[in-house]
């Protein structure tokens, strides 16, 4: 397995691990209604910019992408756009990999504060890593059909 910057072309497969992991693994936390507009949506655009700038990672297994991360910044601040594992590669640390390669690009930018919403199922990764909660759950609509999250940030040295 590897874990590399995600390259042009790629989104397709990049948005297919995203909606893999989210109809595979976010289910158990988040349940079925929550899935549905959620974990079925169209590719179209959304991550062509962002591996264009060299913001997303992918874990790749066997010639196939696993695992997708993406980070943005605005400012003096970042946000973790994603972080989403498939069950292929979940528990084995790609997770925390990712997330160490977003710090640390967030820390080469001088940024001091990285904001997130996670799902219900990351939420403990997030603690593990550092990450403390900004705020109560909130919900957002995706597709048609609310989605919970809890709101994180992460403060760096």
């Not at 976010?26 to 209604?33: K, L, T």
Request: hydrophobic residues 40%.
């Amino acid at each position: 397995m590897t874990i590399r910057l995600a390259k042009i072309g790629e989104d397709e497969a990049i948005h297919s691990a995203h909606m893999r992991s989210i109809r595979e693994v976010c289910i158990h936390a988040h349940g079925e209604s929550e899935v549905k507009g959620w974990g079925y949506r169209e590719c179209g655009d959304r991550w062509r910019q962002s591996i264009a700038e060299g913001l997303v990672w992918v874990v790749e297994h066997d010639g196939h992408i696993e695992g997708v991360s993406c980070i943005k910044f605005n400012g003096d601040h970042a946000h973790i756009h994603s972080l989403y594992l498939t069950p292929i590669v979940l528990g084995q640390g790609y997770g925390y990999a990712l997330m160490n390669r977003m710090i640390e690009m967030a820390g080469e930018r001088g940024i001091k504060r990285i904001d997130l919403e996670s799902t219900l199922n990351a939420h403990h990764f997030y603690l593990r890593v550092g990450f403390v909660d900004a705020g109560p759950m909130g919900q957002t609509d995706i597709g048609g059909h609310p989605v919970r999250y809890l709101p994180m940030f992460y403060m760096l040295p």
